[in-house]
């Protein structure tokens, strides 16, 4: 594996809630650690709503560590698809998360999870994402899905 490139792992989860609220609970950070139940804390750094530049610091429950990372969006297209990165231990995350309207009440959320290893060395999740890691990581995202579909499908039921 060349230092630049990337592993990714792809999560799909269908929930029974319109895009709309679906869009508003994955970009809410003032309620995220509401939503989301691996995330115990995040500090909005930028002012204003959810778009390209905003950036905040997020600390959530990984592999058994509290772990805070700051992170910030690069592409915004409200209701389909945001993506955010991160820069961490000598890696490079890229989060995109695309969410297609599956009728009036059904939304299908696919997020693409890259880790690349920026520098020399290989970055420590970007070491991680082998098989073994990728089944973590893909697990953890479900969770985080999982948690998603709790809070929009409970409001809009």
Partial sequence: ??????????????LAAARGPVWEALTDLAGMERVLGSVSKVEVL?????????????????????????????????????VVEAESHGSHYVSEWELRSDGPVATTVR????????????????????????RAVSKAIAKDLEDVANAVESRSG
Avoid: H, I, N, Q
Avoid at 3 to 13: F, K, L, M, P
Avoid at 60 to 66: A, H, I, L, T
């Fill in 111 to 134: 997020l693409t999870f890259t880790a690349v290893a920026s520098g020399g060395v290989a970055g420590l999740l970007a070491r991680v994402m082998g098989s073994l890691g990728a």
């Fill in 46 to 82: 930028t002012d204003g709503g959810f778009t390209v530049g905003t950036r905040w610091r997020e600390t959530r429950r990984m592999f058994g560590k509290d772990a805070t990372e700051e992170m910030w969006v690069t592409a915004c297209e409200p209701p389909e698809r945001y």
């Fill in 1 to 14: 594996m060349g230092t630049r490139t990337g592993r990714s792992v792809v999560v799909e989860r269908r």
